[in-house]
Every structure is written in structure tokens, then in C-alpha cells.
């Protein structure tokens, strides 16, 4: 197979116009250069296979998360217990560090004194200050096992080298949508430099974006769907005859899986349940929303990234089996790349994709080849 076989999305770029009609497809075949030079809106990327240099001596469980810091090293977070039984004794400590051309930096993680580790761990951000801030979404309903029957209600903070900070809410204590003290198995996390806030997508068991101090832990305000209030399923009234115009769809969040805030302080929330985007200001008034995909049968809100550009022009969506690529401030579909089985994926400076592929337990790498608003490499 040449090289340019192996371009990841050399399209399967699929233009989508407006609404959806007017499908174009470009030739796999086609050089970079020469597909944008038709007219393709989606960016171009390329696999460094064989990129992430985990050390022999130890094995990969799921992975489920991964992170990029300041240096544009990458953070990765896997699931040690789900690998088979005659592999345990090779798993690698949950939390692992790599530089950009996949080396190996560090590594730690799990059990430790002070505090409450996830039984199955979920997400993973690194924050402007190089701390690094850990989460799970156990359900003790779900009887996995290795695991303990109990939830993973909690979010931990860590020094890069693995020294423990805080821990915000307490494993198996949440007492549901209205409870501030408590996570519920929350999905992902980000910490907005301007303000050092920690903004949770909590997001297996609740149904919010629920927003801490990051240095304190100090919570500060919370919203669900629509700048609406989070309700637990139980406590939500019938569905409203009259609602405000724009807010179409379900009234309340289903699985918050992701969250992200960009340099202009929007704060983009993925509703993977209800295949949609929706964004709100800081403060968690909404401003609009945007369905992804909504026809296909696969996860199509799962995990964010914006283009490297100071504007962010680009909002990249992650789900299977596409990354839908939106112009960030209308929030229109432009097109599409093939993508892998991502869980959460994470862009570097340069706009280079990394990945978390549970099923496949690995991460990779996808280089930006050709960009339709340059910073290409």
C-alpha cells in the first residue's frame, strides 16, 4: 500500500452542503494538495504508525483517555484491570506520559494514601499549570470484573509526577443531579485558564456541566441542557408544551461525555446520547446547538478538538465511524474524515489528533497533512 493510501480521511471527505444534501466524494488516491485544490473544507491527516514506544515490560489495558500539555506531551490513560488474567502481572500504572515523537517519559497511578482512585478510570486533562486531573465512571451496577461495586463519584488532582492535590466528591456519595458536593461518574474534564475553573462533564450517572475552583475545589455553579436546571430522571416534570425557539430536541442531557472551552470562553458540551453539540457562555447561558449525525446508528458526540489556528475555525467532533468537522462558530457541518474507534481524542499545537481506542487498547497518532485554513505541516 503507498503512502498516500494511507491517508487518513483523504476524505472519505464527505461535504456535506447545508443540510445535508449535495454529497461529494474524493479519490483516496488524491494528493493533498490535489483534493483541497477541488474544493474540500475537512483537513487532511496521516498515521504515525507505530508512534506510541510503551516500554516491553508492560502491557496496555483499555485506554480510555488521553491528554496533551503545554509541551505538547501526551498523557495517557488506560484501564490496567482489563486486561486477561495472565497479563496483570505486565500491566503498566494507569497514568502514562510520552513526548511527541511517542517516547517514553513516565508513569504512575492507582491505589495510594489520601485518596479514592476510579475503579474504572475514564478520563484524563492536563491543565495550564501541569497538573493533571483524573476521573472515572464506574457503576457498581455494572459487576465488572476486578472491580469493587461501587461508583466512581469523585475527580482527582495530581502534581505531573503523581504527588496527590485534591480530590472533589467521594467514591459511592452522590446523591444525584442536585447534589454539589459529589460527582457521578463524570466523563471529562477541563480547567479554563482565565478563570481556573474546573468544568466537569458529569455524565454517566447525572446529567450536567457542573463547575469547581480548581485550586480549592469550591464549587460554583452548574447547569444541565438548555442553561436549564439538572434533573434526575425521576424528578422531571412532563416535556414542556411551550419552549424558548432554538430549544429543540430532548429538554435534558442524556450521557455528558465531553467539554471543552475555547479561546473565545465558549464552553462546547458533547450530549453523546442525544447526538448533539451544544454551547453556552461561561456563566452557562445557552447559545445554540447542533446535531451530529443524528441518522447513524454510532456514538456521534463523543470527544472534541479544535484546529491549532488562534480562531479555533474549526471544531472537530469525535464519534464513530466519522470525525465531523464544523465551522466552530456557526456550527455547520463541512465535511468529514474517516475515523478510528475513538473513545476521547486530544490535538497537540500543531493540530496533530491523538487518540484513546478502548476496545483496540491503544493510542495513536494522526500527523495534520493539509489544512483548508493552513497550519499544515
Known amino acids: 500500500m503507498n503512502n498516500r493510501k494511507l491517508l487518513v480521511a483523504v476524505v472519505l471527505g464527505v461535504l456535506v452542503i447545508a443540510a445535508g444534501v449535495g454529497v461529494r466524494l474524493f479519490s483516496p488516491d ?16 496521516q498515521e504515525d504508525a507505530g508512534w ?4 516491553a515490560k508492560w502491557k496496555l ?20 484491570r482489563t486486561l486477561p488474567a495472565d ?14 515523537a511517542g517516547n517514553f517519559v513516565q508513569a504512575w497511578g492507582g491505589k495510594g494514601s489520601g485518596y479514592e482512585w476510579p475503579q474504572r478510570e475514564h478520563g484524563i486533562y492536563v491543565d495550564h499549570t501541569d497538573h493533571v486531573w483524573v476521573g472515572g465512571n464506574n457503576n457498581k451496577e455494572r459487576k465488572l470484573p476486578l472491580l469493587e461495586p461501587i461508583n466512581d463519584d469523585q475527580i482527582l488532582k495530581f502534581t505531573r509526577t503523581g504527588t496527590f492535590v485534591l480530590q472533589i466528591g467521594r467514591s459511592d456519595k452522590s446523591a444525584g443531579d442536585a447534589d454539589t458536593s459529589n460527582l457521578r461518574q463524570p466523563a471529562d474534564m477541563v480547567v479554563h485558564p482565565k478563570t481556573n475553573e474546573l468544568l466537569v462533564a458529569d455524565g454517566y450517572g447525572n446529567h450536567r456541566l457542573i463547575v469547581y475552583d480548581a485550586g480549592t475545589g469550591a464549587f460554583k455553579r452548574m447547569w444541565g441542557a438548555f442553561g436549564n436546571t439538572a434533573l434526575d430522571p425521576d424528578r422531571r416534570p412532563p416535556a414542556s408544551a411551550s419552549r424558548p425557539a432554538g430549544q429543540t430536541g430532548p429538554e435534558h442531557f442524556d450521557t455528558v461525555h465531553s467539554v471543552r472551552v475555547s479561546n473565545d470562553d465558549l464552553v462546547y458540551v458533547a450530549d453523546r446520547g442525544n447526538k448533539r453539540v451544544q454551547v453556552f457562555t461561561l456563566d452557562g447561558r445557552f447559545l445554540s446547538q447542533a446535531s451530529i449525525a443524528p441518522q447513524t446508528d454510532g456514538l456521534t458526540a463523543r470527544t472534541f478538538a479544535f484546529s491549532p489556528d488562534p480562531q479555533q475555525t474549526l471544531l472537530y467532533v469525535g464519534g464513530q465511524p466519522e470525525i465531523w468537522v464544523l465551522d466552530r ?4 457541518t463541512l465535511g468529514s474524515v474517516a475515523s478510528p474507534n475513538a473513545h476521547h481524542f486530544a490535538a ?13 487498547s491503544r493510542s495513536r497518532k ?7 485554513i493552513g497550519s499544515s505541516q
Open 30 to 45: 488524491a494528493a493533498p494538495e490535489e483534493v483541497l485544490a477541488q474544493g474540500q473544507r475537512v483537513p487532511v491527516f
Open 52 to 55: 506510541l514506544k510503551v516500554p
Open 61 to 80: 489495558g483499555n485506554v480510555a483517555s488521553v491528554a496533551v500539555d503545554g509541551r505538547d506531551h501526551v498523557w495517557v490513560l488506560h484501564r490496567p
Open 87 to 100: 497479563q496483570l502481572a505486565q500491566a503498566a500504572p494507569p497514568v502514562m506520559e510520552f513526548d511527541a
Open 329 to 332: 462558530k456557526s456550527l455547520t
Open 348 to 360: 497537540d499545537s500543531k493540530g496533530n489528533i491523538y487518540t484513546a481506542e478502548t476496545e483496540e
Open 366 to 372: 494522526f500527523v495534520l497533512k493539509t489544512s483548508p
